[in-house]
């Protein structure tokens, strides 16, 4: 077992669209980008957000610029213009996210 | 090859004027573009509007009018934007009077026109239009709320019939936001937008939303707001915006100014290039559909990066119309407490305001309670330190929000908590000022409608 911090793997840019939050997942290397394709999944992701999202997580791959997208669904508290939370935007659920440690089995 | 510079001038309505000043003094770009519509921007215009019919443009119009259109006039700069928000005619006359008051001539301000559908919706429903909505397919008749703006994303023809028309400075209404760069490079290029298309005619459309998205939020392409570049080794304070050389074949290399601060790599690109993006194979715009996942960033030296690889396909049918909706209020406070006990002095501050609201006569619809530097910006997912930690802490705030109908409601709540500075958990520190009072709760109402609903004018006002 091998305990890996998402952090050390890759950067992150969110973003809202109405009530879709989105996460832009750019890994720091092509290995890092491969590690993060087979262990973060939008399993992973919509675990780790608890009750911040109450819908769907869709993940797609961008190999040309290794990186993942999440598309959260519900994700923002109905939209930033209905939002009651601070970061109506969304703009740190790219932070969440960068807090996720994932462990990779031998 | 024949290339054409564009700029990346402004992210938001709002946003400082600087660098898009020092582009121009510098001649660094032949167009500057200027972004000021977020989903949210059309509703607060829309309330400008109500207190003044003159008024419903993004007011920072007036700012560049003083200190940057002048100087891009004079160096040959042209200037596009979708800052008339809902009202360009007047953002216009106001531009043409401040230019005029500095002695400018020969100067041609475009508006653009027809996205502004608010006054329509009840005709566009009596004509058949559903207007449901893009993701619960409700028609727009069950909808309880009266509408603050209705709007519709338009695309880049108008732009390019503007520029053509000899436009020194494009005024325009809810056009989207990289359709506002696409517009100049089919004004600059000729490329076909409209017709029987080939693939690479759509290639080369894509391209073109493919750099106005990685402009549209100015500073963020070029090392701001960054985590791919933290810890951010270089000047924040003086970013340069991101340029774009834009090729004739659709291809790029961004830049930004070497005077400036901000960083140009492929990591500030890539970063931007994710922003707000759902499929990136299908990425849905009024111009064409575009395909991002091939995109090829390359970094040609430093703070030179070439942009090239976006695949197109046909345009959608239908435009995205936007509603927003008047819903309510939120009103939000901030308190603070120190050590010793803070945790607990803001978990029984929090108890107190909850017995005082449940003992007034004013209907709350919702309440949400925070802890900042606990959970303020993540609550339900920010992992809680215990208790017996959480109390060693030299200080922990109190954030409440609350949803109401009635505008009254938040001024009751708050000023019925104001007794608990003295009675309640000792040594509290208010911040008055951070809070807000009724701020308007919108919900947006997406819908499609068919093109030929929508009439786009393209009218030139010469100073």
């Known amino acids: ?106 | 090859m024949s290339v054409v510079r564009i700029a990346g001038a402004q992210g938001f309505y709002g946003d400082s004027p600087m660098a898009a000043i020092a582009i121009a003094a510098q001649q660094g770009a032949d167009f500057l573009v200027h972004d000021a519509l977020a989903e949210l921007t059309l509703s607060i215009l829309q309330k400008d509007r109500l207190a003044d019919p003159n008024m419903g443009y993004a007011r920072d119009l007036e700012t560049l009018a003083k200190f940057l259109i002048p100087i891009a006039h004079q160096n040959g700069i042209r200037i596009v934007t979708n800052s008339g928000g809902l009202n360009p005619e007047s953002a216009a006359q106001k531009v043409a009077a401040i230019l005029k008051q500095q002695g400018i001539t020969n100067f041609k301000i475009a508006t653009i026109t027809g996205d502004d559908l608010l006054s329509q919706l009840p005709q566009l429903q009596q004509n058949g239009h559903q207007l449901s909505h893009l993701d619960t397919g409700k028609p727009f008749a069950e909808n309880k709320y009266p509408p603050t703006h209705a709007n519709v994303y338009i695309g880049a023809q108008s732009v390019a019939d503007a520029l053509n028309q000899g436009a020194n400075l494009i005024l325009a209404g809810r056009v989207a936001d990289p359709c506002l760069t696409l517009g100049i490079l089919v004004h600059k290029f000729g490329w076909k937008l409209t017709g029987n298309l080939s693939q690479p005619d759509l290639d080369r459309l894509a391209s073109g939303i493919a750099i106005g998205h990685l402009l549209e939020c100015g500073g963020q392409a070029s090392g701001g707001n960054s985590y791919a570049e933290w810890p951010m080794d270089y000047p924040v304070s003086n970013l340069g915006y991101p340029i774009a050389h834009v090729s004739e074949d659709g291809s790029a290399v961004f830049t930004k100014l070497d005077s400036e601060g901000g960083k140009v790599s492929r990591n500030t690109l890539r970063e931007q290039l994710v922003y707000e993006i759902h499929n990136p194979a299908h990425y849905i715009t009024p111009d064409v559909t575009v395909d991002l996942t091939q995109i090829q960033l390359t970094e040609l030296a430093p703070n030179h990066v070439q942009v090239s690889g976006a695949k197109g396909k046909p345009r959608p049918n239908e435009l995205k119309l936007a509603i927003g909706l008047h819903e309510g209020f939120i009103t939000e406070q901030f308190f603070f407490f120190s050590w010793p006990y803070a945790y607990d002095k803001c978990t029984r501050f929090i108890e107190a305001v909850n017995e005082i609201w449940a003992r007034l006569p004013i209907r709350i619809e919702r309440k949400e309670f925070t802890i900042v530097g606990v959970n303020g910006i993540h609550p339900g997912a920010a992992p809680t330190p215990p208790p017996d930690v959480l109390n060693q802490l030299n200080e922990l705030g109190v954030r409440l929000a609350i949803k109401h109908s009635d505008a009254n409601t938040g001024k009751i709540a708050m000023q019925a908590i104001t007794c608990l500075g003295l009675n309640g958990p000792p040594g509290i520190v208010s911040m008055p000022t951070w809070g807000k009072v009724n701020r308007v709760i919108l919900s947006l109402w997406p819908t499609l409608i068919p093109r030929s609903a929508v009439q786009e004018t393209v009218q030139i006002w010469e100073v």
């Open chain 1, 1 to 106: 077992m091998q305990l890996l911090k998402l952090i050390d793997l890759a950067a992150a840019r969110s973003g809202d669209k109405n009530d879709v939050c989105n996460i832009g997942v750019l890994a720091k290397t092509p290995d890092a980008y491969q590690i993060l394709k087979k262990h973060l999944s939008a399993d992973v992701v919509k675990k780790h957000f608890g009750s911040l999202i109450t819908g769907e997580v869709v993940r797609y791959e961008w190999d040309s610029i290794e990186a993942l997208n999440f598309v959260c669904h519900g994700a923002l508290d109905g939209g930033a213009s209905r939002s009651m939370r601070m970061d109506t935007l969304g703009k740190n659920f790219s932070s969440h996210l960068l807090r996720l440690e994932l462990t990779i089995p031998d």
